[in-house]
């Protein structure tokens, strides 16, 4: 937890995001909405489905398990079924789990190829 | 959708390598002789104004209960409040309550026409349908039918609507929808009936006005209005849920927690 960067959702980041579409088949409550967290790790798996794809990152040794939204709305902000491998180094930025749980709400992401896609 | 949205959308359309063999225009299909003097409401639409434009672009926003809320008789009024008000302590905590939407079931009517994502509007002789993104719904409005007795119509999620245009407007009545089908944990009865005045008001523009009538339930008809922006470049995709979510657990409480077992 040393090396994490948290502080409050910034106007720039919140604009980053703006692109993307909103809606959830559940409540955002679980996340911590007013906190967003900086990480960087190695892709354990990508699951591309519905109703979240989602994110496993291994970083540094421990499993962080990251929330995305549905396929069509990532499709639209440019994410493929084949845009994360295993093994993939990927920066993220999060919104993490509110019970302290290793996991959270994806909100971007810089890939293999340099974009930085947004998961919301 | 968001000027955002707008953008990021066209801006992929032109680097896709695809794009040079995709018309600018898209195809539109060919309306019978008997449907062109009828409005044209063919095509994608989704929520105008959209509700999570401008501070709701950061996609936290729970959707409020459209117009002023139904107006429902004792008891009804009074769990229903008590319903939302612990929907909404929950929330607060941490701790959200699971709903149908969580486990992936249809919304039905009327939340369907809510168009979490766009709708798509199909005209065909003697049906109009509604195709919504959310789930892969399906929802199909017969013409010039006659709605079946209490005891022939099949509980069912969307229900059985039939339709009929009147000037501009086309007029769906919907009966018929299961009891356990939610929207915003409204209470309903098999009673319910949804009429829907559907029309277009402007370019690219449609509303359509919801009346919910339940003599057991509500006191006075329940009145909302949902707007749409006509997108036909929008194109609609598969959505259907993995059969055991891989995300989300639901405790013994009926609180959902995200799983970290993957």
């Not at chain 2, 299961?178 to 402007?202: C, K, N, W, Y």
């Amino acid at each position: 937890m040393k090396a994490m960067k948290t502080w409050t959702c910034a106007a720039v980041l919140c604009a980053l995001t703006a692109a993307g579409s909103a809606y959830a088949h559940h409540s955002f409550a679980m996340f911590d909405q007013s906190k967003i967290v900086q990480e960087v790790g190695v892709v354990k798996e990508f699951r591309w489905t519905n109703p979240h794809s989602f994110v496993v990152l291994d970083v540094s040794g421990k499993k962080y398990v990251l929330e995305c939204n549905s396929v069509n709305v990532m499709s639209r902000s440019g994410w493929k079924a084949s845009t994360l491998r295993a093994g993939d180094k990927l920066k993220i930025t999060y919104y993490p789990l509110r019970n302290g749980q290793p996991g959270g709400m994806l909100k971007t992401a810089t890939v293999p190829d340099g974009r930085t896609l947004s998961a919301w | 959708m968001t000027l955002g949205k707008i953008a990021l959308f066209a801006a992929l359309t032109v680097a896709s390598p695809l794009s040079t063999s995709v018309s600018a225009e898209p195809a539109k299909p060919v309306r019978s002789a008997k449907q062109v003097q009828e409005p044209d409401i063919m095509g994608v639409w989704e929520m105008y104004p959209d509700p999570y434009a401008g501070e709701n672009a950061n996609g936290f926003l729970e959707l409020p209960v459209p117009g002023d809320g139904p107006k429902l008789k004792e008891p009804y009024a009074g769990k229903w409040k008590a319903a939302r008000d612990k929907r909404d302590a929950m929330l607060k905590a941490g701790t959200p309550l699971v709903d149908r939407s969580t486990l992936c079931l249809p919304e039905g009517m009327p939340m369907i026409m809510g168009a979490i994502f766009p709708l798509q509007i199909l005209q065909t002789p003697g049906q109009v349908t509604v195709l919504a993104e959310f789930l892969t719904q399906t929802r199909r409005i017969h013409l010039g039918k006659t709605m079946p007795t209490q005891d022939d119509l099949n509980p069912s999620y969307g229900g059985y609507s039939v339709g009929k245009w009147e000037g501009d407007t086309l007029v769906v009545t919907t009966r018929g929808v299961r009891e356990d089908v939610e929207f915003f944990e409204i209470p309903h009865s098999a009673q319910m009936t949804i009429t829907e005045r559907i029309r277009l008001t402007g370019p690219g523009l449609m509303e359509n006005q919801i009346t919910i009538d339940d003599p057991k339930m509500l006191a006075e008809p329940y009145r909302f209005t949902y707007g749409y922006q006509r997108n036909d470049a929008y194109e609609i995709m598969e959505y259907i849920c993995d059969r055991e979510d891989p995300l989300s657990k639901v405790n013994a409480d009926g609180t959902i927690e995200m799983r970290l077992d993957q």
